[in-house]
């Protein structure tokens, strides 16, 4: 909920404002006729948005702004006499906004959600800053928002457990990796090894030998033998990362190893115990991938005990953002001395607009650069983002479009399935809503979802 405080002395003129804050918005509104009264009620209130008329009966709203602008308030401006000159005097003492009397609710709207936007904007960036200076922590917090919280508890759960198989799903980058390695560090298996193997980027051969090792005895003459994986990681957890992209031969042996807890080496007969955890990870659909053939059933369902979907950052919330870009600063903040940790609200307003194809890869790229680039200054600024970061999230200009909340819904949930190849289990999950309620919207709308 925001605060408004509206200053006129005009009651006439404060009623309709308010009314119309009350009407468009979930607002506290609280209405001030003098210029003490309006700086009383903001000590009291301290509120998100002072609408602020420059001529009051014992001084000017200049006066009023005067005595309420240490604290950075929100203020739009209005007079009845909209000279340029008192405009660009109202704007460069930091008003967000001038309006002339008689003002249009259209315009009004329009500059109070700019307003309330850089007053979230400011709220997110002190987050930011308790976050950076130690105040706001959790072990498990990957995030704000309800989805992000759910993921967290699930992840929690995880730790605390011993053997369950975990499989984690996601596009590249979306921070599977981190998940993995928060899983094993809070386990009971956390003085063991955290092993790590891509399953993409090794030969079918090569991955066999790497997971299970080698016993290379020829008719009885001594070789050279090699622990797989599975032995190394004996006790610990073994990461499988892009799981989907193992063939047909290593799926067998994997099964095997998850029903029977022992491994042979490749060339080998010896049965050696698997005292492992297995976290897999894949940016693979298993379900399309089980019915077309590419993957097991029976080992999906092996590896899928407890699935985590992590969403993409593009489906993230800001807050969840602002909680991302907090802990990757302060995890480079010890590799890169004199490097700004603090980061502009203008540029933080570029982070949060943009839309991190290449995920949170991407993000830690673009804030390790922006760092070196800033070594020296005091804060993080926009001119230290990379050229597509500025320019792809720059303020739309566009007219407004009116759109009922309907069609928003449907164009948002078309475009999700579309992301997602029309899998709608995966689409319920980063729309954070059940996979029946998306199937009841998509037939209430008449979405026609089809697969890339």
């Known amino acids: 909920m925001s605060s408004v405080l509206i200053v006129d002395d005009e009651r006439p003129i404060t009623d309709a404002f308010a009314a119309f804050f009350e009407r468009h918005g979930n607002h506290t509104v609280t209405c001030a006729y003098t210029g003490a009264d309006a700086i009383a009620a903001f000590e009291a209130s301290r509120p998100d948005l002072v609408l602020l008329d420059l001529r009051l009966p014992d001084m000017t709203g200049f006066d009023v702004y005067a005595r309420i602008r240490e604290h950075s308030p929100a203020v739009i401006m209005i007079s009845g006499h909209g000279d340029i000159p008192l405009a660009v005097q109202a704007l460069q003492s930091g008003a967000e906004n ?5 003002v249009e609710l259209p315009h009004l709207e329009v500059a109070a959600e700019r ?3 850089k007053v979230r904007l400011r709220q997110l960036n002190q987050y930011l800053s308790e976050r950076r200076s130690g105040g706001v922590t959790a ?7 309800p989805v992000m919280r759910d993921l967290s508890a699930q992840v929690e759960l995880l730790a605390a457990s011993d053997r369950t198989t975990v499989l984690l799903l996601g596009e590249s980058g979306a921070g599977k990796g981190r998940v993995a390695e928060l899983i094993h560090a809070h386990s009971p298996r956390r003085t063991q090894a955290f092993v790590e193997v891509n399953c993409a980027a090794l030969t079918a051969d090569a ?3 790497t997971l299970f090792g080698q016993d290379t005895v020829t008719h009885g003459a001594g070789g050279e033998s090699r622990a797989g994986l599975f032995e190394v990681a004996a006790g610990g957890t073994l990461f499988l990362d892009e ?5 047909a031969h290593l799926q067998a042996r994997l099964l095997r190893v998850l029903e029977g807890k022992a491994s042979r080496r490749v060339g080998g007969t010896r049965e050696i115990a698997a005292n492992v955890r297995i976290i897999a990870a894949t940016n693979r659909d298993l379900v399309t991938e089980v019915n077309e053939g590419r993957f097991r059933e029976d080992l999906y369902y092996r590896l899928s005990v407890m699935p985590l979907y992590l969403p993409p950052l593009r489906a993230r919330s800001r807050e969840d953002l602002v909680e991302l870009i907090g802990r990757i600063v302060n995890d ?22 943009h839309a991190w194809p290449g995920n949170i890869r991407e993000l830690r790229n673009v804030l390790e650069r922006a760092m070196i680039v800033g070594r020296g200054m005091e804060h993080i600024d926009a001119q230290h983002l990379p050229a597509e970061v500025r320019d792809s999230s720059a303020p739309s200009t566009d007219h407004h479009v009116p759109r009922t909340l309907e069609e ?3 164009s948002h949930i078309e475009r ?3 992301a997602h190849n029309a899998n709608r289990t995966h689409a319920s999950r980063e729309l954070g809503i059940s996979r029946a309620t998306l199937i009841k919207k998509i037939k209430e709308y008449g979405i026609t979802s089809r697969a890339r």
Do not use: C, N, Y
């Open 98 to 102: 001038f309006l002339t009397k008689p």
């Open 139 to 145: 072990t498990f917090a990957l995030g704000r928002s």
């Open 207 to 209: 991955l066999d030998v």
């Open 243 to 247: 799981i989907g992209e193992v063939g």
């Open 332 to 353: 480079l903040r010890p590799h890169l001395p004199a490097a700004p940790h603090v980061i502009s609200d203008e540029a933080l307003d570029r982070l949060l607009r």
């Open 416 to 418: 999700t399935l579309r």
């Open 115 to 117: 307003a309330f936007e």
């Open 408 to 410: 928003i819904e449907r």
